[in-house]
């Protein structure tokens, strides 16, 4: 199973020293004997140490809310049984951010997450998804579609788009890695009810030059060029900053 998953990620396009950020759906995989281990184990041995993996270990589902809470350890990740398993493998990093924090393992994983912790929305300057097209980096897109990928927001925020961040910021409680507790105020993700993102959209748009398609065990999978799909989408919403989201005709009202 897991030469079967190296082949299949080799043959989209992963390779040795990639760094690669991930979006998956384990249940698109079909049956993988040992889980997300064997997922993880596949990865790892695809890109080396010489590479990178990076997932997301993002808290949204609970962080937002009353108290404003988010603990390094012991803040679970809402988006996957890859991420959450990853997340917590003893030689795994995470990021510190209230609600888009970053799991990463590798040669560049320091690098990629130290300065989280002073950003101040949910995608900012220094969150691994902006430094992820500075380092050649890749988004891989795992049995998921391409609504998942949370560059988009980050792309968002450099484009000023007017919708997806709140005109006010939140103090947060932070518990870092080592039991200490820090506050920091940080805007949110502020689409409510009024807009339906479309991020699939990038499929239409992206150069074939930036993507690469194929079959992961049974997951239909994409592998994208980080620095193709940030300048691609920054260069649409420059000119069109509604194109990737949708006014839900529910709420029309507000």
């Not at 049956?31 to 590479?51: C, F, H, L, N, Y």
């Not at 890695?177 to 805007?187: D, I, K, P």
Request: aromatic share 10%; with cysteine; net charge negative.
């Amino acid at each position: 199973m897991k030469d079967k998953l190296i082949d299949d990620l080799k043959a989209l396009g992963l390779g040795r020293g990639d760094v690669v950020f991930t979006h998956s759906s384990l249940s698109a995989l079909g049956w993988v004997e040992g889980g997300p281990q064997t997922v993880i184990d596949a990865m790892k041995e695809s890109v080396s140490r010489e590479g990178t993996l990076l997932f997301p270990a993002f808290t949204f589902d609970v962080s937002v809310k009353p108290p404003y809470f988010f603990s390094y350890r012991d803040s679970r990740c809402c988006v996957g049984a890859i991420p959450e398993f990853f997340r917590t493998l003893p030689d795994t990093i995470r990021s510190v951010h209230p609600s888009h924090s970053v799991s990463a393992w590798g040669k560049e994983a320091v690098s990629l997450t130290k300065d989280h912790i002073f950003d101040r929305t949910p995608c900012g300057e220094h969150s691994p998804l902006r430094l992820l097209p500075q380092v050649g980096g890749k988004i891989l897109m795992l049995g998921c579609g391409w609504s998942p990928n949370t560059s988009m927001h980050g792309v968002e925020e450099l484009a000023g788009a007017p919708y997806c961040l709140t005109p006010y910021e939140v103090e947060y409680n932070i518990e870092l890695q080592n039991g200490e507790r820090v506050t920091a105020r940080h805007r949110q993700h502020h689409f409510g009810r009024k807009w339906i993102q479309r991020y699939d959209r990038l499929e239409e748009i992206l150069p074939e030059k930036f993507m690469r398609r194929g079959k992961v065990l049974e997951a239909d999978a994409f592998l994208l060029d980080a620095k193709g799909v940030w300048d691609t989408a920054l260069r649409v919403m420059q000119e069109a900053p509604y194109y990737f989201v949708d006014r839900d005709p529910r709420n029309e009202e507000n």
